[in-house]
Nanobody, 121 residues
């Protein structure tokens, strides 16, 4: 099963920034490049929610709650997607996951362990 690897989370002050990375070490470049990639997040007791997505042509889409604060990008040469998170808020505290998307925008890969983002109180 293909699995993506998330990293970059941590403890941050409200208003601070973090950049998350999503690598696809087991995916060859020719497979990664056409994939649409998405970031999700899940807080305790809540459903996993879609945060941002990027297509193979770099068209992007964001949840209303993060528009203007988060930026998704990708570097195909590194088989990596990123999520730049600025002006972080308490409600952004969650475990963040990435995945590739099918033609019907369903997550395709086995979920990884995610990376934890926590706002300092």
């Amino acid at each position: 099963q293909v699995q993506l690897v998330e990293s970059g989370g941590g403890l941050v002050q409200p208003g601070g920034s973090l950049r998350l990375s999503c690598r696809a070490p087991r995916m060859i470049t020719n497979v990664f490049n056409p994939k649409h990639i998405a970031w999700y997040r899940q807080s305790p007791g809540k459903e996993r929610e879609l945060v941002a997505s990027i297509t193979s042509t770099r068209a992007t889409n964001y949840a209303d709650s993060v528009k203007g604060r988060f930026t998704i990008s990708r570097d195909n040469s590194r088989k990596t997607a990123y999520l730049q998170m600025n002006n972080l808020k308490a409600e952004d505290t969650a475990t963040y996951y990435c995945n590739t998307l099918s033609a019907t925008n369903e997550p395709q890969c086995t979920w990884g362990q995610g990376t934890q983002v926590t706002m300092a109180s």
